[in-house]
């Protein structure tokens, strides 16, 4: 089957999370003119009731898709500790609280973490485009790093600060976006994105 391509010139991102519109802004704007949001347009948020990454993320494109008419990228993502069963997850955002309180979901990480445990972790990205006729393209980057702690720097976003990232010293956290938009978990999931949907 092949892949749909995105011919439009708006794409509404299904988020509410201003970091988030920012990040993609910055890895799609050569090829979308506007990005309007879904939290700017007044759409729900849906509840996500998916059990990965990739369901939530269909779940979160569709709803928007469908009730805006228009196509939706969704991003669900989240980090994965190895040795808390790769907790938190899907559930990584809600481990901030409705406050959205990630220097408390940051210290519940390290509070979970058996004494003297791996600190092995990994950061996934699960992206969809959804049209309202319900045709959906998800793709997914995933990066494995080590945690940190205590938390450094304030650039990025959620658990940034705690994650250093492979072959690196410095936390996504201590990163110059640019630099975290090359190679993160998202910027991944974003390559191959437009070379399914926009080439």
Same mark, same amino acid.
């Given at each position: 089957?092949?892949?749909?391509?995105?011919?439009?010139?708006?794409?509404?991102?299904?988020?509410?999370?201003?970091?988030?519109?920012?990040?993609?802004?910055?890895?799609?704007?050569?090829?979308?003119?506007?990005?309007?949001?879904?939290?700017?347009?007044?759409? *729900? $948020?849906?509840?996500?009731?998916?059990?990965?990454? #990739?369901?939530?993320? /269909? %779940?979160?494109?569709? !709803?928007?898709?469908? +009730?805006?008419?228009?196509?939706?990228?969704?991003?669900?993502?989240?980090?994965?500790?190895?040795?808390?069963?790769?907790?938190?997850?899907?559930?990584?955002?809600?481990?901030?609280? *409705? $406050?959205?309180?990630?220097?408390?979901?940051?210290? #519940?990480?390290?509070? /979970? %973490?058996?004494?003297? !445990?791996?600190?092995? +972790?990994?950061?996934?990205?699960?992206?969809?485009?959804?049209?309202?006729?319900?045709?959906?393209?998800?793709?997914?980057?995933?990066?494995?790093?080590?945690?940190?702690?205590?938390?450094?720097?304030?650039?990025?976003?959620?658990?940034?600060?705690?994650?250093?990232?492979?072959?690196?010293?410095?936390?996504?956290?201590?990163?110059?976006?640019?630099?975290?938009?090359?190679?993160?978990?998202?910027?991944?999931?974003?390559?191959?994105?437009?070379?399914?949907?926009?080439?």
């Amino acid at each position: 089957m092949t892949n749909r391509k995105f011919t439009g010139d708006t794409l509404i991102i299904a988020t509410h999370n201003k970091g988030k519109v920012k990040e993609i802004a910055a890895l799609l704007g050569d090829h979308v003119a506007h990005f309007p949001t879904a939290g700017e347009l007044g759409l *729900p $948020e849906p509840e996500e009731t998916g059990l990965t990454f #990739r369901e939530n993320a /269909e %779940l979160k494109a569709l !709803a928007a898709a469908k +009730a805006a008419g228009k196509p939706a990228l969704a991003d669900d993502s989240g980090m994965a500790v190895a040795a808390l069963d790769g907790a938190p997850g899907i559930y990584s955002a809600r481990w901030a609280g *409705p $406050e959205k309180d990630f220097a408390a979901a940051m210290a #519940r990480v390290e509070r /979970e %973490l058996p004494p003297g !445990a791996p600190r092995d +972790a990994s950061f996934i990205c699960a992206l969809t485009i959804a049209w309202p006729d319900g045709h959906v393209e998800t793709v997914q980057g995933e990066v494995h790093g080590q945690l940190v702690n205590p938390p450094r720097g304030d650039r990025g976003f959620g658990y940034d600060p705690i994650f250093v990232q492979d072959g690196y010293t410095v936390t996504y956290g201590e990163m110059e976006p640019h630099e975290k938009h090359a190679i993160s978990h998202r910027a991944q999931a974003f390559r191959q994105l437009v070379e399914r949907c926009f080439r």
